[in-house]
C-alpha cells in the first residue's frame, strides 16, 4: 500500500461545478497536508496548507482534514476551465532543525468543460 | 514567475554519465529542496537544505547527492545514470527555518532524458 492514495483521473466537469478531489494516507506521522496545483509544464503550485483536522476556506477553495480516517478533500466551488489542471494533495512530518519530509499523492488530472 | 531559477531547461544524455542541475532559490529564500517526478512515480522528494546544511532526505538514490554553497544556490549531481532516471527534476525553496507553513516556491524544472 502506497503511503498517499490519490484518485488520477482525470476528472471531467462542467463550468460551475463543485469539484471534489480526495487523498487517503497510512502513515499517522503526517502533521502537515497540503494542496498544489500544477499546470502542464510548470512546477507545482500551494494552494492550501493545514495542519489540524477540520476545514479551512481561503476564495473557492476548501480543505478539509480528517485525521481520524487518514482522509484529506480538497473543494472547489463555481468551477472554472482555469482551473483545469493536476492537483497534487501533499503531507508532510517535521523532523529536527525544521526539516521536512514531504510526500505526495500522484495527482488528479482536472478538466473544466466551458 | 516563482523567482527561482533551474538550468539547464532540458539535458539529454547516455547511461552511465553525470550530470549536474542548477538551482537559484528566491531573494532571500535559505531553504531549497529537490524533487524527482515521472510519470510512474509521481513527485518524488529527494533532499532539503537549509543555509548550507542538510535538513531532511526522502528517496534521494546513492547516485544522488546535492549540495547548497555559501550563495544559497543548490546542485543536484546525478551519477552513473540509467534510463529510470529520465523524468522532471524540481527545485523548490522557501524562507526556512520557521514553523510550518512555510511556503515552497517551485522552479520551472529540468527535464533530463537518458538514453
Known amino acids: 500500500q502506497k503511503e498517499v492514495e490519490q484518485d488520477p483521473g482525470p476528472l471531467s466537469v462542467p463550468e460551475g461545478a463543485i469539484v471534489s478531489l480526495n487523498c487517503t494516507y497510512s502513515?499517522?506521522?503526517?502533521?502537515?497536508f497540503m494542496w498544489y496545483r500544477q499546470y502542464s509544464r510548470k512546477g507545482p503550485e500551494l494552494l492550501m496548507y493545514t495542519y489540524s483536522s477540520g476545514n479551512k476556506e481561503d476564495g473557492r477553495f476548501t480543505a478539509q482534514v480528517d485525521k481520524s480516517s487518514k482522509y484529506i478533500s480538497l473543494f472547489i466551488r463555481d468551477s472554472q476551465p482555469s482551473d483545469s489542471a493536476t492537483y497534487l494533495c501533499a503531507m508532510s512530518t517535521l523532523g529536527g532543525n525544521y526539516g521536512q519530509n514531504f510526500v505526495f499523492g500522484p495527482g488528479t488530472r482536472l478538466s473544466v468543460l466551458p | 514567475d516563482s523567482g527561482v531559477t533551474q538550468t539547464p531547461k532540458h539535458l539529454i544524455t547516455a547511461t552511465g554519465q553525470r550530470v549536474t542541475l542548477r538551482c537559484s532559490p528566491r531573494?532571500?529564500?535559505?531553504?531549497v529542496y529537490w524533487y524527482q517526478q515521472s510519470l510512474d512515480q509521481g513527485l518524488q522528494f529527494l533532499i532539503q537544505?537549509?543555509?548550507?546544511?542538510?535538513?531532511a532526505k526522502g528517496n534521494i538514490l546513492e547516485r544522488f547527492s546535492a549540495q547548497q554553497f555559501p550563495d544559497l544556490h543548490s546542485e543536484l549531481n546525478l551519477s552513473s545514470l540509467e534510463l529510470g532516471d529520465s523524468a522532471l527534476y524540481f527545485c523548490?525553496?522557501?524562507?526556512?527555518?520557521?514553523?510550518?507553513?512555510?511556503?515552497?516556491?517551485f522552479g520551472p524544472g529540468t527535464r533530463l532524458t537518458v538514453l
Open positions: 537544505y537549509y543555509n548550507g546544511e542538510e535538513r
Open positions: 523548490a525553496s522557501s524562507v526556512g527555518g520557521v514553523s510550518p507553513p512555510d511556503t515552497q516556491y
Open positions: 531573494s532571500g529564500d535559505l531553504s
Open positions: 502513515n499517522s506521522a503526517f502533521q502537515y
